[in-house]
């Protein structure tokens, strides 16, 4: 997706504003203990340090081990997440592309993925905004692999969004487990690490990917150029649960599809969710196939990893939510996408 | 599972297990995919049992309930550092927490019926976010715009149940799509969970993304330009 509107702009810079200033705040002032604190200390060392670990994601019941290998070297990360069970897919960040190989589809997908987080993952700054729909705390500290953590929880204050609890080696703050869960404080789902080293350096043969890349499909996903039919772009969420504004709005052509769909963003400041609106195959004039499931319109509700997509038809147009929410947020947000005239198009 | 092995799992899951152990596990669990099945539904039953959740749901809980009554929230309750030999109580204990739930819950909901008009001092949360216009019985473009048609929140609502029966409606190739275009985009942590999710071997065969035109296949030194 390219020429995103800067509607970033309308409400990241006030959060921007507030988090420049908490982060002027010493340490020291607010605490050593806030557990805000904590949480900078992990998303830096998550960024900033060399490691090498291998560690259990458990999803639904499913137990998968990876290793992850993060290097920063002369202000260049590159990273390699890894699955070590069955499948041997493999991915690498580096020189702000992600390179997915997926040796059991034959198939390798470069994408460009710049400014992007370190793979474990952080979280961004506790700032006013995320705290009205966050509520962070300092558990009972405990033990992990043997070594003294604290526990951090970062809790929904209501059904919309998922929240995380995190435990965080005393000594380095990179997070030892961490855990998914929704508002009711189930876990949905959690990683935790079995061995984690932390190098002065790592070599470059540990992180280049152990695919056999001979005979396989490379496929680039460029980014897309393509602007959105004035029609697809006019369409808006109309309503939102608290917290979420849009935050990115452009076009981006998905698979095949004869025109590319607007793609809108929603963002509480932790959680995100995406909405796709997309030509119907009537409107398009393309008939679709009788066993063409592509262009068959959709309606329901899929899982997809810890998060949801939720499908409708809105005036004859696909509307699809996908995020890393529960499903009511999907559901709701996709529910209540409209189409506007140019001067009433939202903007926030 | 063996009785070590499960002891083993359950110091491991605890954080209790000595670090050679955990190399030895590690290694067995890397290797044996029964154990790793195993392995999974045991940390699913250990926190249902430890009620990791049950412990922060019961806080809130009672902390709601002794607000609406009193006027005094709840103590949180005390650590208990558990040890490795404490493990075998946690059946029981975990039995004892789920039904201070049921019972914390009942109260709550009994304090709710009989008192709508604490509704009023319910801070705004999702529970008070209005229902988008197709949940309830308008369609979702007949809504009414307000404040010159920008999203809106509400002022009462509650969160419908999520209809997780619905069997699967996204076509695969198209979810696929779209989620690794959403990854891009979600945030941290979220997006830890959506590249891990991309990892793990799939059950059926994963749906690739379709592409809008075919590429040559290069060389990793040469790759096609977008």
Known sequence: MTQPRHVLAYWLFPCALVGALLSTIPQTARGADDPRVWLERMNKALATRNYDGTFFHISGGRVETMRIVHRVRSGRVTERLQS???????FVRANDELTCYLPDQHTVLVEPRQDRGPFLGSLPQFDATVSDFYRIEALP?????????????VNPKDQFRFGYRLWLDEKTAMPLKTQLCDSHGQVIEQIFFARLDMPESIPDSDLAPTVHTDGMRWVRQGPSVDNASAALAAYRASQLPPGFRLTVQGAQTLGD????ASHLVYSDGLATVSVFIEQSSSDSGVAAAPDSQAQAPMQGLARVGSGYAFSTVVQGHQVTAVGEVPAQTVEFIAHSVKIYSGAEIPHH | MSEQIREQVSAFLDGELPDTETELLLK???????????????????????GAGSQILTRGFASRVNLAIDGEPAHAPA?????????????????????????????????????????????LTAQNVPA?????????????????????EALSYTVPAASTDTPLAIAPARLTNYVFAHSKYSSGLGQRGLLADMLIEDEEPLPLPVQRAPQPAPTPDTRVAP
């Open chain 1, 84 to 90: 070590l069970d069955g499948s041997g897919r493999e």
């Open chain 1, 141 to 153: 500290d405990t033990h992990i692999l043997g070594r003294p953590a604290r526990v951090i929880a």
């Open chain 1, 257 to 260: 599809a004869s025109a590319p």
């Open chain 2, 28 to 50: 067995r669990l890397t290797r044996d995919g029964e154990l790793r099945e195993s392995f999974g539904r045991y940390a699913l039953i250990g926190e249902a049992l430890r």
């Open chain 2, 79 to 123: 650590h208990a550092h558990l040890t490795r030999e404490s493990r075998w109580w946690r059946p029981i204990a975990g039995v004892t927490v789920a039904a201070g739930v049921a019972a914390v819950a009942i109260v709550a909901l009994q304090q709710r019926a009989i008192s709508p008009h604490l509704s009023a001092a319910i801070p």
């Open chain 2, 132 to 152: 988008p216009a197709a949940m309830k019985t308008a369609a979702p473009n007949q809504l009414p715009l307000q404040g010159g048609g920008g999203p809106r």
